[in-house]
């Protein structure tokens, strides 16, 4: 495999994203559970006037849905998974998301450093820092507090006086090499 570096990674927006498609699977759970409990066992409910009102109208056919849900004793809970439906009907799945999709998702969110010239550059700021920071240490005077000016990837640490990576602004100029 390719070596690659990971830059950053949005891991609040992915475990969001995977939180609701977990979710959306719960509720999919819901409604064909809800059916099943009202008599209809589905694998899935691409549509509810198609999927499910005809099952409802077979007991009394030329009779209207209410007059059928009525006869049967499930109209309350009938229109209530039917208004549960109706709200969720963009957020319901079927299938349970597998491990791989989860992980697909969390990729989705991460930015590597993967071309030679990217991690030379990772590398290298790393490298200028650890290396100023080690003249420092052994009592060469570094005047950390003009890191900055060395170039916008580069900060002096707060409390110690140490030079340190600006990671933001390396990956922002790791990602705009090619």
């Known amino acids: ?35 099943k409990g009202l ?6 409910v691409n549509d509810w006037k198609e999927d499910v009102e005809p099952h409802f109208l077979k007991q009394f056919p030329g009779s209207t849905l209410d007059f059928n849900l ?34 697909a998702v969390r990729e989705s969110y991460r930015q590597y450093a993967e071309s030679e010239k990217q991690i030379e550059a990772y590398q290298l700021a790393h490298d200028v820092v650890n290396g100023l920071n080690r003249l420092k240490d052994l009592g060469v005077h570094i005047e950390a507090y003009y890191a900055i000016n060395l170039s916008p990837i580069f900060v002096q640490e ?6 340190e990576v600006y990671t933001k602004n390396l990956n922002d ?5 090619k």
């Open 70 to 103: 009525d006869a049967k004793g499930i109209k309350a809970e009938y229109n209530e998974l039917a208004a549960f439906y109706k709200t969720n009907r963009g957020n319901l799945t079927y299938d349970e998301p597998t491990a791989e999709e989860l992980e």
């Open 39 to 44: 008599g209809l066992s589905l694998d899935i």
């Open 1 to 35: 495999m390719k070596k690659r570096i990971l830059l950053s990674e949005n891991a609040t927006v992915a475990n969001s994203v995977i939180a609701q498609k977990q979710n959306n699977f719960v509720n999919g759970k819901k409604v064909l559970s809800g059916l």
């Open 173 to 177: 100029a790791v990602l705009n090499l």
């Open 158 to 163: 707060s409390r110690g006086g140490a030079i």
